[in-house]
């Protein structure tokens, strides 16, 4: 029978980074709970939504947990109900005591709440990942590979594997990551400062975006294991397991095009905020574009919508070269390709009205480009 006591604030947080495995709608019931489960050494949440695990350990030994274990065993309980029980608790200590038949008692200052559980064992187990050989990754380099990929994956599920972001490590250390939903790209090249096996996997994007908000930017690094269709990511006190998606990513790299009729370099900032503006109207536009305009070294922006209005505006460019150009597409992807791009400039460099062009940060030392396809307007 459960009976621990621990710092509330502490454990409210590590309930909460568990709960991002949780959906609240799940067809299996007994996922919608969290696992408790108390040893000597500590206490590990689990949390699982059937696509990501996630794994909390809080240690007897974290001096900020308080930690003081009496005796041991594992509950399941209600996720989302158990953390507003808890985080609505008065005192910052909080005694958590299990009585008969899965029931638990919280108390804390004045305050004490009885709770039904469920029996641990109803639990699915999570799957074993091999932890041998693994490939260190520092948290921020990764968090910024998905942040700079991860949103140019399809969202859209009849195509799967495009709903992913495909990563491949080449020659034990060049690592390529690029996700496309067919109408965009988005690709970042890596090297490595330490060696990993090869390997060549799609992971989902969803995923990945909960790995960044899971990973805090004070854990410095994360380890990186495979196997049986699932990759484990791992710190000192979070393991996150996610599945990987089954089939073969499309060769992206035939689609990126090495030569172009006019290029232009931008100011990050003043482009994104002239596509801001232009994008208000070509919401209300049937077709949602903008049309770019290069005429003699004059780069100007065009949204005519008959119901609402329109924008004409000259966009300062830092440098144009090459053929005029009249090109259409939707502002929404080129403000968030924008939005990845950490350089005050980029260079965009055009083939014709009908092809994809591409986006570069201007200071070439990043291995970093992005697609857009065009929308063929009348």
Excluded: C, W
């Amino acid at each position: 029978m459960i009976n621990f006591s621990i710092n509330k604030n502490l454990f409210l947080q590590a309930l909460n980074t568990t709960k991002r495995a949780i959906s609240h709608k799940n067809a299996i019931p007994i996922l919608s709970t969290i696992k408790i489960d108390v040893t000597n050494e500590g206490i590990t949440l689990i949390g699982s939504n059937g696509q990501i695990s996630i794994e909390n350990f809080i240690s007897v030994n974290n001096e900020n947990a308080g930690l003081l274990v009496t005796s041991l065993g594992s509950i399941l309980l209600e996720a989302t109900f158990f953390i507003n029980v808890v985080s609505s608790l008065p005192d910052v200590t909080l005694d958590f005591k299990e009585i008969e038949q899965k029931q638990i008692v919280l108390t804390s200052g004045k305050s004490e709440i009885t709770l039904k559980g469920k029996d641990a064992d109803q639990y699915p187990r999570i799957q074993d990942v091999p932890t041998s050989n693994p490939l260190v990754l520092e948290t921020k380099i990764l968090k910024d590979l998905i942040n700079e990929t991860a949103f140019a994956a399809s969202l859209q599920e009849s195509r799967p594997i495009l709903t992913g972001v495909h990563f491949v490590l080449t020659d034990h250390k060049n690592l390529k990551t690029v996700a496309t939903d067919s109408h965009r790209l988005s690709q970042k090249k890596i090297i490595l400062e330490k060696n990993g096996d090869n390997f060549d996997v799609v992971i989902p994007s969803r995923s990945l975006r909960e790995f960044t908000a899971v990973f805090s930017d004070e854990i410095e690094t994360v380890e990186v294991f495979f196997a049986n269709h699932q990759i484990l990511f791992r710190s000192e006190n979070i393991s996150f397991y996610t599945r990987l998606l089954e089939g073969n990513y499309p060769d992206t790299d035939r689609l990126i095009p090495t030569e172009f009729s006019t290029v232009v370099t931008f100011a990050t900032s003043a482009l994104r905020a002239a596509m801001e503006r232009a994008r208000l109207l070509s919401n209300a536009t049937q077709n949602g574009t903008v049309k770019l305009e290069i005429e003699g070294g004059v780069v100007s922006a065009h949204v005519n919508s008959p119901e609402v209005g329109r924008v004409n505006e000259e966009i300062d460019a830092e440098n144009v070269s090459g053929e005029n150009l009249t090109i259409s597409f939707n502002p929404t992807y080129l403000i968030e390709a924008l939005k990845a791009v950490n350089s005050e400039k980029v260079t965009i460099s055009f083939i014709s009205a009908v092809r994809p062009f591409t986006l570069v940060p201007s200071d070439q030392e990043e291995d970093f480009i992005q697609l857009i396809t065009p929308v063929r307007t009348n």
